[in-house]
């Protein structure tokens, strides 16, 4: 068996700072994907008003500054809603204009 050197442990470690910010992202990105629809009838939805869909012209989760999905995404992550996914087309009484 190979003994490890001090310069095997130094690239190893360079490894594992490298790749550790890239499998949290994919890691997070899978929840996103996998997580749960938000229910309207949940009750933090429900005393924000949520919807799957708006009402409100001009206003919805895809142009909310705290919908991190792209814009064009039809589901995604809300701040407001961890752990769950909302509607792109969904509006809630947090909503806040998406900067830029
Ligand atoms: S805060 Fe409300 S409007 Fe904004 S993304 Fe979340 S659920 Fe949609």
Redesign the pocket.
Same mark, same amino acid.
Request: proline share 5%; hydrophobic share 45%.
């Given at each position: 068996m190979k003994k490890l050197t001090r310069r095997d442990l130094l690239g190893l470690s360079a490894v594992a700072i490298v790749a550790s910010p890239a499998l949290a992202l994919t890691s997070r990105l899978a929840f996103a994907a996998d997580a749960p629809r938000l229910d309207p009838n949940d009750a933090q939805a429900s005393a924000?008003a &949520?919807t799957h869909q708006s009402a409100k012209a001009g206003s919805? #989760?895809a142009n909310?500054q705290? &919908?991190s999905a792209g814009a064009g995404a039809a589901w995604g992550p #809300?701040?407001?809603?961890p752990g769950k996914q909302?509607a792109g087309a969904?509006?809630?009484s947090?909503?806040?204009k998406r900067a830029g």
């Amino acid at each position: 068996m190979k003994k490890l050197t001090r310069r095997d442990l130094l690239g190893l470690s360079a490894v594992a700072i490298v790749a550790s910010p890239a499998l949290a992202l994919t890691s997070r990105l899978a929840f996103a994907a996998d997580a749960p629809r938000l229910d309207p009838n949940d009750a933090q939805a429900s005393a924000l008003a &949520y919807t799957h869909q708006s009402a409100k012209a001009g206003s919805n #989760c895809a142009n909310c500054q705290l &919908y991190s999905a792209g814009a064009g995404a039809a589901w995604g992550p #809300c701040a407001i809603f961890p752990g769950k996914q909302v509607a792109g087309a969904g509006w809630c009484s947090a909503w806040v204009k998406r900067a830029g």
